[in-house]
């Protein structure tokens, strides 16, 4: 016994190899260092799919199963009776203590809140698993620094004896050291069996914490078995750990290897492998149905190296007494044991973690594997520290056996009183930690709600008092029959982030094939009824659906009616007393997206939310800073900021580049390059050589030739400026732009207007519907805008900053707007039985037609203008509707109001005259013709402003000019210079002669839609005898309509002139397009 | 040494009787906690079929919470083009899968199926937590307390429906982020949750879980052309407080296949086996103690029978 003594060993500490392994310990710690400055991610490779990598199933999982040779050796050795292993003991105690010291380092680093380690001994939760993980750990390390410390105490008194470095120190406190040493030795049997006990409960534990996851540990590995299966292995692993640590020991130091005393420790393993190994098959062929060998290719190999390698073959090495009295295949047998239960944790841990979602597998990152093996090579760094300072492993001989003893001679010898004390002292505190212990877990079991006591359940929300009087928004705008605006102040209260919606019967009613209730599905008895009537069910046996009229064919008095509203039932969702009733939100929604997201058109039934709901602008007032007075570029800056894609939006919109697809220009339907920059017209001529005037009407600084890509150009305030103070052209100094842009907000007719009011240069002279007095118009003036105070962008629909609708002369196109949008096709059918008749109508004739009877209603608009009579002074203007009739720069010009507009058929497609066309000057020149006539069914008689001109052309190539005007024509008048520079502009050729020529170009018509009563009556374009009910409808008693009769403008004659048009006279009685239709015959003549 | 390895025998055999009491512990049915799902428990119902895809969830998620921007706008529909999870910069993500919701909607070639913590009624996360930083509320919300909490992330290998996730990047304070019904903020609990509340078409309905339940199976009975017979969390790892309704079976829209109790008992009976009233500890500790002393004994008597200390 005592020959096998263990004693320092004097050897160097430093050698090649433990140079190798401070190499490898730096390289490791200096990525351990780069984790705690920069976190897990640039680090690893874990995500929120693998949350433990290597980190766990290495440094912790496989360093604790690893370190089980300290809890086994101590227990055969103590316990057992096994008195003749003693000398592996220490050993094997001081890997365990390393081991775990390394795994509390090791998880320092993989430990987000690392700071917080210590939560734990304060925080009990006994449901965790990991607790009880942390607490044994703990503890364990608590219990092997008590195991350690009579070595670690000999080792110093070693160095006093020796008088090596430090022994001055030491010596003052020699006598606190023994007393220690005699106490340690007193109470040291308790703590061997307690750490047997411990180890015996976190190795299972390990086991324990994958069990929580069943759905994610592949069916290989994952059984209820594991805590036993865990701590199995890990018993198993003891003894070829301690063989494996014998040998490379002994052959480090250069000692004599014991081989009879490793032989005989390595005789218990086969039966420990055996139990393994049945407990281990058992469980697979229980659990036989579960497994899953073809669900991961990677797992099943891993899984076969496990099984073969790390239990069948090392059982089978370790059962031959021929390998159990060889050195070298001892190494084997153990490095197989140790190698299998290290891929059991991987496997457990890693391969066989198949976390549902995730997108790829794991890999330990660079990062991960240095720590990793950085650790290791710690541990065996201080191994040999450990080694060479203190008396560790088993010497041999009798200067060891001395030495041994020699430690002894100080030591004063307890009584058997105090050894009782200690003794018991150190029970009482075993047993309080476990009676403690289990304490927390007895609270967890019986008051496992505990933790829902710690919050509280804060006061639920107090549910909003349901104020009818909220509800008194009409929605439906005062007299206006079709527009509903929907609309609820109590959802409003809540979340207020969009307009409301404008919702029209119109078009809702044909899609949904006149059937109300669609929609109207219950009709409520009262003010009081919140459930109602199912209305399908009210009119079982009745077709509520006819078409046209529906409702009302039989409900005449239906549109007087006051109708309960949505949120008269539909408040809150999930009413107590109701759940299955919906909210209000929900209502409006479903009822709409359930509908639309079945038709097949979703540009005209969309079910994203910005087609329906214009979003509110929050007030910008806390989103921006400037430092002093921002310039427009300054707000641009700030804006694109935040809006970063609605630059590169802009970039690519009609409004900015002033050219793009124009699919209706008949000739260059395929053509992206036509638009405001290159075309002439017979207002202002052409508008590349005069760029001042231009950009005025630009949308920022005006690109110089086609597309420029600075979105730092764009102006925004030009369009979303709702203070109206902005003016492009006006120094900034002037302007308060910080006001305007915290107040940024929805275009407003105002600011489309401040330039689309002004075509042409100056107020209405272009667009004759259109003007400055459409910023608040009359009612009378405009329907839409005067009545219902819609904004251009309730039918100019915009998607990305890009704008429904197109210019007649430069018709880029970027969505399409149109009446029939809102209205539908059919809409005249709730007048009543007239109103079919006037429905035939709309394919024939467009809507404007009728609808827009006169232009020019609120301001007079330019009708004619004399270039040639520019440059003279002294011409007395004369004024007509207050408008002069001379202006120096433009020459004669006349005006008008009220105008009856020209009506053509238009099939939508038209052709412009493009820069370098030829013209006939003796011919009066159309610049831009609408096409279509009456055989073309997709054309329409449409209402047109006409402009008449004289303007310059180039009488040598008999090509219109472009013009020069400012510092050109208006500095000196001289046509020649002035088209020669303007020439130059366009880049086209000048003969050098200047003519005059008659120009007539159109404006189309769709603004200033009048109020129903200024429509066109049938009169108005048919003789009364023609269109009367009686000349078809002859034997209907009572239909005779006065409808007939009605003529709004008397004063107009020869409003359409059919003859001209195509027909043979009134199409009433000659036969229009309609009567094409199969079902009614010719009119009689 | 015959003695000994009787005695090795035994002791491992003991060992493995207490491992394998621990293993075959787990309690019989009546020995579950009841879940405690009172009447004031909280609950959301999610019915997929009426879920249009517009993620105003996500923004109201986004914006009570205060978590950061995401480079998309919430109302850019590419993000549907890959399948998205939880992070820690959004706590709730909607997918998009191919194919109508439900039998009867055919026209529809989506369906959209939001993602967020279930809030189970036995959450395994809140077992495995080391230190209690996961709770479950009073009204059924797991609530995160990050002033205690390690980030071991252990809550996230427990969570069966791969849930929390966690600041990767963050070097000193990480905290593990997910879902946590809108409870954090002040007072709130018990409130509608923020995505709840901005859900158009009330595909998210909030309320108590008992009413929820009688909604959904009011809805199942009313049309069974649109719903399968099954309400996903009502009685998956235990029950949890979302409720999902479906058209289409579950794993379909992301509604994995679960056990249907809570992995928190198999960890928790096992657990409690062992240390209830710590009876098998302290036993196995007294077994081993009586084995130490009696060898130790002996040998004592052996060595003063040969002070050589000699040994065959």
């Known amino acids: 016994m005592s020959g096998h003594a263990p004693q320092t060993i004097r050897r160097p500490f430093f050698t090649p190899g433990t140079f190798v392994l401070i190499v490898f310990t730096a390289v490791g710690l200096s990525f351990g260092l780069a984790r705690l400055f920069n976190g897990l991610a640039p680090i690893t490779n874990l995500d929120d799919f693998y949350p433990w990598g290597i980190w766990i199933a290495i440094d912790v999982a496989c360093g604790v199963a690893l370190a089980a040779g300290g809890f086994t050796t101590a227990a055969i050795a103590e316990i057992f009776g096994g008195h003749r292993f003693k000398p ?766 006169q232009f020019a209603r609120s301001q007079p608009t330019q009708m004619s203008v004399d270039f040639s009579a520019a440059g003279k002074d002294g011409v007395a203007p004369k004024l007509q509707f207050d408008r002069p009739t001379y202006d120096k720069r433009y020459g004669t010009r006349t005006w008008g109001r009220d105008v009856v507009p020209v009506y053509r058929w238009f099939d939508g497609s038209r052709q412009s005259y493009q820069l370098g066309d030829a013209i006939d000057p003796s011919k009066t020149v159309v610049l831009n013709a609408p096409l279509g006539d009456k055989r073309n069914p997709q054309a329409k008689i449409t209402p047109f402003k006409v402009h008449q001109a004289v303007q310059p052309y180039d009488s040598g190539q008999n090509i219109l000019a472009a013009v020069k005007f400012e510092n050109g024509l208006w500095a000196d008048y001289d046509w020649t210079k002035a088209v020669a520079e303007g020439m130059t502009a366009v880049g086209k050729s000048f003969s050098g002669k200047v003519g005059f020529v008659k120009t007539e170009m159109y404006t189309s018509i769709h603004h200033e839609v009048s109020p129903a009563k200024k429509s066109l009556g049938c009169a108005d374009c048919h003789a009364p005898q023609n269109v009367a009910c009686a000349r078809c409808h002859a034997n209907a008693a009572g239909m005779n309509q006065p409808e007939h009769t009605r003529r709004v403008y008397p004063e107009t004659t020869g409003r359409l002139d059919f003859k001209a048009l195509g027909y043979e006279g009134d199409p009433a009685l000659t036969g229009g397009r309609f009567y094409m239709d199969l079902r009614r015959g010719l009119p009689p003549k | 040494m015959s003695v000994s390895r009787r005695a090795f025998l035994l002791w491992t055999m003991s060992a493995a009787a207490a491992a394998s009491a621990k293993a075959s512990s787990r309690p019989p049915q009546t020995e579950e906690k009841a879940p405690p799902a009172g009447t004031d428990h909280a609950g959301c119902l999610a019915d997929t079929t009426l879920c249009i895809g517009c993620r105003k969830c996500e923004e109201a998620c986004n914006s009570r919470n205060a978590l950061p921007r995401p480079d998309m706008p919430f109302s850019d529909k590419t993000a549907f083009r890959s399948a998205r999870r939880p992070t820690d910069r959004a706590f709730t993500v909607v997918n998009e899968y191919p194919g109508a919701p439900s039998r009867d909607l055919n026209d529809r070639k989506q369906t959209y199926a939001k993602v967020q913590c279930m809030h189970c009624l036995t959450p395994a996360c809140v077992s495995a937590c080391i230190v209690g930083a996961m709770v479950r509320a009073a009204d059924g919300a797991i609530v995160y307390k990050p002033e205690i909490c390690l980030g071991c992330r252990y809550c996230m290998v427990a969570c069966p429906f791969q849930i929390p996730a966690y600041e990767y990047n963050e070097a000193l304070k990480p905290r593990v982020r997910k879902c946590e019904f809108c409870s954090n903020t002040a007072g709130a609990t018990g409130a509608n949750p923020a995505c709840a509340a901005a859900c158009p078409t009330e595909a998210l309905v909030f309320g108590k879980r008992e009413s929820l339940l009688a909604l959904a199976r009011d809805r199942i009975q009313k049309r069974p052309d649109r719903y399968l017979d099954h309400i996903y969390g009502e009685n998956e790892v235990g029950g949890t407080s979302w409720l999902y309704l479906t058209g289409r079976p579950g794993p379909e829209v992301g509604l994995i296949d679960v056990p249907m109790s809570s992995p928190a008992h198999k960890t928790e009976a096992i657990q409690h086996g062992i240390f209830r009233y710590g009876i098998i500890p302290v036993a196995f500790y007294g077994a081993l103690g009586a084995l130490m002393w009696r060898n130790q004994r002996k040998e004592k008597k052996e060595s003063e029978g040969n002070p050589e200390g000699e040994r065959p």
């Open chain 1, 88 to 853: 592996l003991l220490r050993p094997a105690i001081l890997t365990a203590w390393l081991g775990y010291f390394m795994v509390a380092v090791g998880l320092m680093f993989d430990l987000g809140r690392y700071w917080n380690v210590w939560r734990p001994v304060f925080n009990w939760q006994g449901n965790s698993v990991l607790f009880e993980v942390g607490m044994c750990v703990m503890a364990y390390l608590a219990v092997l620094t008590v195991e350690m410390s009579p070595a670690l105490i000999e080792g110093l008194k070693e160095r006093i004896e020796r008088r090596e470095w430090g022994h001055k120190i030491l010596a003052k406190v020699e006598k606190p050291l023994n007393l220690v040493y005699s106490w340690v030795k007193a109470i040291l049997p308790i703590f061997i069996v307690a750490g047997v006990v411990l180890s015996c409960m976190h190795q299972s534990s390990l086991g324990t914490l994958m069990v929580i996851a069943p759905t994610k540990v592949s069916t290989l590995w994952y059984t209820p078995l594991m805590p036993l299966l865990f701590l199995l292995s890990a018993m198993m692993v003891g003894f070829p750990m301690v063989i494996l640590e014998s040998i490379i020991a002994h052959k480090s130091f250069g000692k004599e290897q014991d081989l009879g005393l490793i032989g005989s420790l390595a005789k218990y393993v086969p039966y420990i492998i055996g139990i393994y190994a049945a407990f281990k098959f058992g469980d697979l062929i229980v659990r036989g149905n579960e497994l899953n060998f073809t669900q991961h290719a990677d797992a099943t190999v891993f899984f076969a190296a496990e099984i073969v390698l790390g239990i069948l073959a090392p059982l089978v090495l370790f059962s031959l007494p021929a390998v159990r009295r060889s050195v070298n295949w001892l190494l084997t047998a153990s490095l197989l044991v140790i190698g299998g239960v290290v891929l059991n944790r991987i496997n457990v841990y890693v391969v066989g973690y198949y976390p549902p979602f995730a997108k790829a597998r794991y890999f330990p990152a660079i990062g991960e594997l240095a720590l990793t093996i950085g650790l290791a090579c710690g541990l065996m760094l201080l191994y040999r520290f450990f080694a060479i300072h203190f008396p560790i492993v088993a010497g041999e001989g009798k200067t060891a056996a001395v030495r041994a003893e020699a430690p002894h001679r100080h030591v004063p010898v307890l009584k058997p009183v105090w050894t009782a004390v200690f003794r018991g002292t150190a029970a009482a505190f075993l047993l309080g930690f476990v009676v403690l212990y289990s304490l927390v877990h007895t609270r967890a079991i019986e008051a496992s709600a505990e933790a829902s006591q710690i919050i509280q359940l804060a006061k639920a929300a107090p549910r909003p008092v349901l104020d009818t009087a909220a509800f008194t928004h009409s929605a439906r705008p005062e007299a206006y029959r079709n527009l509903y605006v929907l609309d609820s102040p109590e959802l409003n209260r809540k979340t207020d982030y969009y307009e409301p919606v404008r919702f029209t019967h119109r078009t809702h009613e044909v899609n949904s094939d006149s059937n109300c209730a669609i929609c109207h599905h219950r009709y409520a008895m009262g003010p009081e009824d919140r459930v109602g009537e199912d209305l399908n069910a009210m009119h079982e046996g009745i077709e509520v659906r006819i078409q046209g009229a529906s409702c009302l064919s039989c409900h005449e008095d239906l549109t007087e009616k006051e109708f309960r509203k949505c949120s008269q039932c539909h408040f809150e969702s999930n009413e107590p007393d109701y759940p299955a009733r919906i909210g209000l939100k929900g209502a409006y929604h479903r009822q709409c997206i359930g509908c639309h997201e079945n038709q097949p058109d979703q540009a005209k039934a969309p079910s994203d939310c910005g087609s329906c709901h214009h979003p509110l602008v929050p007030d910008h007032k806390s989103l921006l800073a400037f430092a002093g007075r921002p310039s427009p570029s300054d707000v641009t800056a700030r804006c694109l900021a935040c809006h970063e894609e609605t630059g590169a939006d802009i970039l690519k919109t009609a409004h900015w580049n002033w050219q793009g697809p124009t699919p209706s220009l008949s000739g260059k339907e395929h053509s992206a390059t036509i638009g405001l920059r290159n075309m002439i017209d017979n207002y202002d001529i052409s508008l590349a050589p005069n760029p001042v005037l231009t950009s005025a009407f630009h949308i920022g600084d005006l690109p110089a030739g086609g597309g420029a890509d600075d979105p730092a150009k764009i102006d925004c305030l030009v369009c979303h400026d709702t203070t109206g103070t902005y003016k492009r052209g006006i120094d900034s100094q002037w302007l308060d732009l910080k006001t305007a842009a915290e107040k940024i907000g929805r275009p407003s007719r105002a600011n489309c207007g401040s330039c689309h009011f002004y075509g042409g240069g100056g107020p209405g002279i272009k667009n004759g519907d259109l003007s400055p007095a459409m910023v608040r118009p009359r009612p009378e003036d405009d329907t839409h805008m005067g009545k219902v105070d819609m904004r251009c962008q309730d039918c100019h629909a915009v998607n990305k900053h890009q704008i429904a609708g197109l210019s007649f002369n430069a018709p880029v196109v970027e969505r399409r707007a149109a009446c029939v949008y809102c209205h539908g096709s059919a809409p005249h059918g709730i007048i009543g039985v007239i109103g079919r008749h006037i429905d035939d109508h709309v394919k024939a004739i467009a809507c404007e037609t009728c609808h827009i009877p």
